[in-house]
Protein backbone atom coordinates (compact mmCIF):
# COMPACT_ATOMS: atom_id res chain seq x y z
CA UNK A 1 0.00 0.00 0.00
CA UNK A 2 2.96 2.19 0.61
CA UNK A 3 3.67 2.33 -3.14
CA UNK A 4 0.56 3.23 -3.67
CA UNK A 5 0.65 6.20 -1.33
CA UNK A 6 3.61 7.24 -3.03
CA UNK A 7 2.92 7.15 -6.74
CA UNK A 8 -0.16 9.31 -5.76
CA UNK A 9 1.64 12.04 -3.68
CA UNK A 10 4.76 11.98 -6.52
CA UNK A 11 3.21 11.35 -9.76
CA UNK A 12 -0.44 12.81 -9.25
CA UNK A 13 -0.66 15.04 -6.46
CA UNK A 14 2.41 17.36 -6.74
CA UNK A 15 2.37 17.78 -10.76
CA UNK A 16 -1.24 18.54 -9.88
CA UNK A 17 -0.35 21.13 -7.33
CA UNK A 18 2.03 22.52 -9.70
CA UNK A 19 -0.41 22.86 -12.74
CA UNK A 20 -3.12 24.40 -10.17
CA UNK A 21 -0.12 26.84 -8.93
CA UNK A 22 0.23 28.26 -12.58
CA UNK A 23 -3.10 28.05 -13.91
CA UNK A 24 -6.20 29.60 -12.31
CA UNK A 25 -9.07 28.32 -14.64
CA UNK A 26 -10.07 25.48 -12.11
CA UNK A 27 -12.70 24.18 -14.42
CA UNK A 28 -10.08 23.73 -17.70
CA UNK A 29 -8.35 21.49 -15.39
CA UNK A 30 -10.94 19.50 -14.35
CA UNK A 31 -11.98 19.13 -17.89
CA UNK A 32 -8.73 18.71 -19.24
CA UNK A 33 -8.44 15.82 -16.74
CA UNK A 34 -11.58 14.35 -17.50
CA UNK A 35 -10.41 14.35 -20.93
CA UNK A 36 -7.28 12.66 -20.22
CA UNK A 37 -9.13 9.62 -18.01
CA UNK A 38 -11.76 9.27 -21.35
CA UNK A 39 -8.51 9.24 -24.06
CA UNK A 40 -7.07 6.96 -21.59
CA UNK A 41 -10.13 4.30 -22.18
CA UNK A 42 -9.41 4.39 -25.46
CA UNK A 43 -10.04 0.56 -26.62
CA UNK A 44 -6.88 0.14 -28.82
CA UNK A 45 -3.81 -0.32 -27.05
CA UNK A 46 -1.09 1.59 -27.61
CA UNK A 47 -2.67 4.83 -28.78
CA UNK A 48 -4.11 6.07 -25.69
CA UNK A 49 -0.72 8.33 -25.23
CA UNK A 50 -0.82 9.47 -28.70
CA UNK A 51 -4.41 10.65 -28.36
CA UNK A 52 -3.86 12.71 -25.38
CA UNK A 53 -0.91 14.22 -26.85
CA UNK A 54 -2.52 15.04 -29.73
CA UNK A 55 -5.64 16.24 -27.88
CA UNK A 56 -3.43 18.90 -25.61
CA UNK A 57 -1.99 20.32 -28.83
CA UNK A 58 -4.73 20.60 -30.64
CA UNK A 59 -7.02 22.21 -27.85
CA UNK A 60 -4.20 23.81 -25.68
CA UNK A 61 -4.29 22.02 -23.35
CA UNK A 62 -1.90 21.24 -19.91
CA UNK A 63 0.10 17.93 -21.70
CA UNK A 64 0.73 17.12 -18.20
CA UNK A 65 -2.74 17.21 -16.27
CA UNK A 66 -4.26 15.64 -19.44
CA UNK A 67 -1.45 12.50 -19.04
CA UNK A 68 -1.78 12.70 -15.84
CA UNK A 69 -5.53 11.63 -16.47
CA UNK A 70 -4.32 8.99 -18.88
CA UNK A 71 -1.64 7.26 -16.46
CA UNK A 72 -4.68 7.17 -13.46
CA UNK A 73 -7.01 5.74 -15.33
CA UNK A 74 -5.06 2.97 -17.08
CA UNK A 75 -6.11 0.45 -14.39
CA UNK A 76 -9.78 0.38 -15.71
CA UNK A 77 -8.57 0.23 -19.38
CA UNK A 78 -8.27 -3.57 -18.71
CA UNK A 79 -12.00 -3.68 -16.83
CA UNK A 80 -13.44 -1.39 -19.79
CA UNK A 81 -12.12 -3.47 -23.40
CA UNK A 82 -14.27 -6.52 -22.59
CA UNK A 83 -17.65 -4.19 -22.43
CA UNK A 84 -16.48 -1.83 -25.37
CA UNK A 85 -15.46 -5.33 -27.97
CA UNK A 86 -18.80 -7.26 -26.90
CA UNK A 87 -21.17 -3.99 -27.92
CA UNK A 88 -19.07 -3.25 -30.85
CA UNK A 89 -19.44 -6.62 -31.80
CA UNK A 90 -23.58 -6.28 -31.52
CA UNK A 91 -23.29 -2.90 -33.10
CA UNK A 92 -21.61 -4.58 -35.95
CA UNK A 93 -23.37 -7.88 -35.75
CA UNK A 94 -20.00 -10.10 -35.38
CA UNK A 95 -20.77 -13.09 -32.92
CA UNK A 96 -19.36 -11.63 -29.63
CA UNK A 97 -18.88 -15.86 -28.47
CA UNK A 98 -15.17 -15.05 -29.78
CA UNK A 99 -14.77 -12.68 -27.42
CA UNK A 100 -13.43 -14.01 -24.26
CA UNK A 101 -11.19 -12.79 -21.68
CA UNK A 102 -8.36 -15.05 -22.55
CA UNK A 103 -8.48 -13.33 -26.04
CA UNK A 104 -8.01 -10.31 -24.75
CA UNK A 105 -5.09 -10.81 -22.58
CA UNK A 106 -3.74 -12.31 -25.64
CA UNK A 107 -4.34 -9.64 -28.08
CA UNK A 108 -2.90 -6.66 -25.51
CA UNK A 109 0.94 -9.10 -25.76
CA UNK A 110 0.68 -8.44 -29.36
CA UNK A 111 1.43 -5.42 -31.50
CA UNK A 112 -1.02 -2.97 -33.05
CA UNK A 113 -0.56 -4.25 -36.53
CA UNK A 114 -1.45 -8.11 -35.37
CA UNK A 115 -4.16 -6.63 -32.74
CA UNK A 116 -5.63 -4.51 -35.71
CA UNK A 117 -5.38 -7.85 -37.84
CA UNK A 118 -7.07 -10.44 -35.98
CA UNK A 119 -9.73 -8.33 -34.83
CA UNK A 120 -10.53 -5.77 -37.63
CA UNK A 121 -14.60 -4.94 -37.89
CA UNK A 122 -14.17 -5.65 -33.57
CA UNK A 123 -11.71 -3.08 -32.83
CA UNK A 124 -13.57 -0.93 -35.29
CA UNK A 125 -16.80 -1.63 -33.01
CA UNK A 126 -14.95 -0.93 -29.67
CA UNK A 127 -14.12 2.32 -31.12
CA UNK A 128 -17.58 3.60 -32.34
CA UNK A 129 -18.85 2.42 -28.93
CA UNK A 130 -16.02 4.47 -27.35
CA UNK A 131 -16.64 7.34 -29.35
CA UNK A 132 -20.33 7.26 -28.17
CA UNK A 133 -19.85 7.22 -24.72
CA UNK A 134 -16.85 9.90 -24.75
CA UNK A 135 -18.76 12.71 -24.32
CA UNK A 136 -20.48 11.33 -21.60
CA UNK A 137 -17.74 10.26 -19.67
CA UNK A 138 -16.00 13.50 -20.22
CA UNK A 139 -18.84 15.41 -18.77
CA UNK A 140 -18.94 12.68 -16.15
CA UNK A 141 -15.40 12.68 -15.12
CA UNK A 142 -15.39 16.46 -15.24
CA UNK A 143 -18.53 17.00 -12.81
CA UNK A 144 -16.48 13.88 -10.36
CA UNK A 145 -13.37 16.00 -10.36
CA UNK A 146 -14.23 19.40 -9.85
CA UNK A 147 -14.83 19.52 -6.57
CA UNK A 148 -11.54 17.39 -6.19
CA UNK A 149 -9.78 19.82 -7.69
CA UNK A 150 -10.99 23.04 -6.31
CA UNK A 151 -9.86 21.19 -3.40
CA UNK A 152 -6.56 20.92 -4.25
CA UNK A 153 -6.63 25.01 -5.37
CA UNK A 154 -7.35 25.89 -1.59
CA UNK A 155 -5.30 23.80 -0.53
CA UNK A 156 -2.35 25.07 -2.86
CA UNK A 157 -3.31 28.24 -1.77
CA UNK A 158 -3.30 28.07 1.67
CA UNK A 159 0.20 26.19 1.48
CA UNK A 160 -0.81 23.36 3.36
CA UNK A 161 0.21 20.66 0.80
CA UNK A 162 3.88 20.15 0.34
Given at each position: MKWFITFWKYRVLKPLTKIIDQE???KIIALTLAIGLTLGLFPIIGLTTILCT???LLFRLNM???HIGNLVIYPMWFICMLPYYKLGAKLYGIPDSII????VSEIMESTF??????LGWLSVG???VWAISAPFLILFFRILL???VAALARAVKKNTIT
Open positions: HNHFAAVAITSSMSEMFHRAVTYPF
